[in-house]
């Protein structure tokens, strides 16, 4: 069974501080990592995406993979209200188009 | 502006009866996707389209069928065999070279009663 693991939430930041999301995956030959954000009734949209090991930095996100652990994270610096969402990672286990979503973490930034 | 549209918003049927729900893009993508979310789960893939008229089973395409005779379009009809479609219906799309870069429509809530 593939599986991409995230704990549910929710994750109380306060504002200004870092928020840090994680996720795990069970196919240890995985390629393609994504975190997509997704505002309460609304659809995900794509926020990053890292394809090999190490961080990848775009503003304030930071993404982290460790294909040895099996582990993707995603950092949030200084932290904003409007980052209060869900967090989705999905990961794709093979060479199709399929990716396997996690359940995602509820992010709250505290004022 | 290029998007995805989907329509409608909200959408109510009664149980036994078959619903199509509306996907649209114009963002010249060859790609789309249907994915059910449900309350605490992850997306899961219905069906999928790299083509016009082809496409492919996704997870959980049993109860569920689809049609695309434009690369614009990839309607998506929910049967009365699907034994739970309350859900929130998202569709996307994306490149070919690019598939997992993918652009959602603002989805459809469809309860059936």
């Known amino acids: 069974q593939k599986e991409v693991e995230q704990n549910s939430g929710p994750l109380s930041v306060p504002e200004g501080a870092i928020a840090s999301l994680n996720c795990t995956y069970s196919d240890r030959g995985s390629q393609s990592f994504f975190w997509y954000r997704q505002y309460s009734g609304k659809s995900p949209e794509l926020i990053m995406s890292i394809y090999s090991n190490g961080d990848k930095e775009d503003g304030r996100f930071t993404a982290q993979l460790n294909k040895a652990s099996q582990y993707v994270s995603l950092l949030i610096r200084d932290s904003q209200p409007s980052d209060s969402a869900t967090y989705l990672c999905a990961v794709n286990m093979d060479s199709n188009y399929q990716l396997i979503w996690g359940a995602g973490t509820k992010l709250i930034i505290k004022p | 502006d290029g998007g995805i549209t989907q329509s409608p918003k909200y959408l109510f049927r009664k149980e036994g009866q078959n619903v199509t729900l509306s996907c649209e893009q114009n963002?010249?993508?060859?790609?789309m996707y249907w994915y059910r979310q449900d309350p605490g789960q992850g997306l899961r893939l219905i069906y999928y389209s790299q083509i016009v008229n082809d496409f492919q089973k996704g997870d959980i395409a049993e109860g569920y069928s689809v049609s695309r005779e434009k690369k614009e379009s990839f309607p998506l009809t929910v049967t009365s065999a699907q034994k739970n479609p309350t859900a929130f219906y998202l569709c996307a799309s994306s490149t070919l070279t690019a598939a997992y870069e993918q652009y959602f429509g603002p989805g459809t809530r469809l309860t059936v009663t």
């Open positions: 963002l010249n993508h060859d790609a």
